[in-house]
């Protein structure tokens, strides 16, 4: 069971929030230039990252609010939680480059968290848990 710190409403079980999806997926300026394929490619293509990934997330039975989350896809760790609208945060590994590694990999320099703080919005509180388990209890 992931426990998942709202910005607005501070950690609440996962099963209070509903996935969104893949985040900074622009809208099309001009969607109805776009040929079919680009249509379809848009509304279906999203990235399958196996390592950390960048997230929408709604928290549905709380605050109904929209977020975005970075989170390893195979260890569940989540690394940072951050407003809409706000760009993904550069997380690096200590020794790892700034460069992407992978296809389809990017980063993304930007301000957010608070200072001490990394990995919450501006005004979300401090989660007492952030170990990660999965619905098999592992």
């Known amino acids: 069971m992931l426990l998942i710190s709202c910005p607005n409403c501070g950690p609440r079980d996962e099963t209070e929030f509903h996935y969104g999806g893949q ?9 109805n230039d776009l040929t079919d394929r680009q249509w379809a490619e848009y509304l279906f293509y999203r990235e399958n990252t196996k390592g950390t990934f960048a997230e929408r997330w709604v928290h549905s039975t709380g605050c ?5 989350m970075l989170r390893d896809t195979v260890s569940y760790e989540i690394h940072s939680i951050y407003g809409m609208g706000q760009p993904r945060p550069d997380i690096k590994s200590p020794g790892q480059s700034s460069e ?9 320099a930007g301000e957010f968290g608070q200072a001490g703080e990394p990995g919450l919005a501006p005004g979300a509180a401090s989660p007492t848990a952030t170990t990660p388990i999965s619905s098999e209890g592992v």
């Open 23 to 31: 985040a900074h997926v622009a809208y099309p300026e001009s969607p």
């Open 64 to 68: 109904r609010q929209w977020f975005n």
């Open 100 to 108: 992407p590694d992978q296809p389809g990999e990017f980063t993304q």
